[in-house]
């Protein structure tokens, strides 16, 4: 395992690509743009383009490999073996980013045995940011970018350690903002008859997994398929603050460095004790 010290350096060099790649996000956000459909039929700008780039040069100095949406991927054969590897969504949320409702991000998780370990999302619009390390705290930095040259020392000055935000009787259920799914609404229903009142909080991109670490939601289920990008840096942030976030049906921790690299669907809740009730009174 990498020792604690040259994580938080790995930190450091993530946060400070994400700082650079959330201004070149934002350069382009502030002037007209146009956009292109890839062949799976999502869209990308050249923000996402110039993301990528920022963001895999910084990391593929670190000589670990990456894996990142916008960039040729090694075939399973040889990625099967990493160790370690980083995982990178750098615009998460074009749709939200052509509509130009500032509910996008980018995502960055360091994987560990095809685990998460390290997640990092960097909000652009609002120069926040979130980080966490499975299995000790999550933190939040509210004011970006960091001037001169990030190190782990400046990282740690400028985070602030959320706290553990305990169950509350109203259900708050984060949704996406583009699309709420058919299966979605019935498990909402289920939750109104036996748990009471569910409030339905609208967000866009993996900005939904924040408001789980912040405690402005308890759980987020996603039916449709997803990418591994999509999830690593979130899951990686709720493993961080005692979450947790399962196969939507099997219940199972999702795989992640699959021959293919899409996840099925999954539930994601902020405490991980509430998943044993939802998990075993709800119809998934």
């Known amino acids: 395992m990498i020792p604690q010290k040259d994580l938080l350096q790995l930190l450091a060099i993530a946060l400070g690509a994400g700082c650079d790649a959330s201004e070149a996000i934002m350069k382009v956000y502030r002037t007209p743009f146009g956009y292109d459909d890839k062949a799976d039929g999502s869209p990308i700008?050249?923000?996402d383009r110039r993301s990528n780039d920022i963001i895999t040069e910084a990391l593929e100095k670190t000589g670990i490999a990456v894996i990142s949406e916008e960039t040729r991927i090694a075939g399973y054969e040889e990625r099967r073996h990493w160790e370690y590897y980083w995982l990178v969504d750098p615009l998460d949320g074009t749709k939200e980013?052509?509509?130009?409702n500032g509910e996008f991000c980018i995502n960055i998780a360091l994987m560990h045995h095809n685990e998460p370990l390290l997640g990092l999302i960097v909000a652009p619009t609002s120069d926040m940011a979130w980080w966490g390390v499975a299995g000790q705290r999550a933190f939040r930095i509210n004011a970006l970018p960091l001037s001169g040259e990030i190190d782990a020392d400046l990282v740690l000055q400028h985070s602030t350690p959320l706290p553990r935000k305990p169950a509350e009787n109203t259900?708050?259920?984060?949704v996406s903002r583009s699309h709420l799914e058919p299966q979605t609404l019935d498990l909402i229903d289920q939750m109104k008859k036996k748990k009471g009142e569910v409030i339905l909080k609208e967000k866009g991109s993996a900005l939904k997994f924040c408001d789980l670490i912040e405690g402005?939601?308890?759980?987020?289920?996603?039916?449709?398929?997803t990418w591994e990008w999509d999830t690593a840096a979130g899951h990686a942030l709720l493993l961080a603050h005692g979450g947790a976030l399962f196969h939507i049906s099997k219940h199972t921790p999702l795989q992640y460095n699959k021959p293919e690299l899409t996840n099925p669907g999954f539930i994601a809740f902020a405490r991980a004790a509430d998943s044993v009730g939802y998990l075993s009174e709800l119809s998934f």
């Open 45 to 47: 700008t050249i923000a």
């Open 97 to 100: 980013f052509i509509g130009r």
């Open 171 to 174: 259900i708050a259920v984060a």
């Open 216 to 225: 402005r939601s308890d759980l987020y289920a996603r039916y449709s398929p």
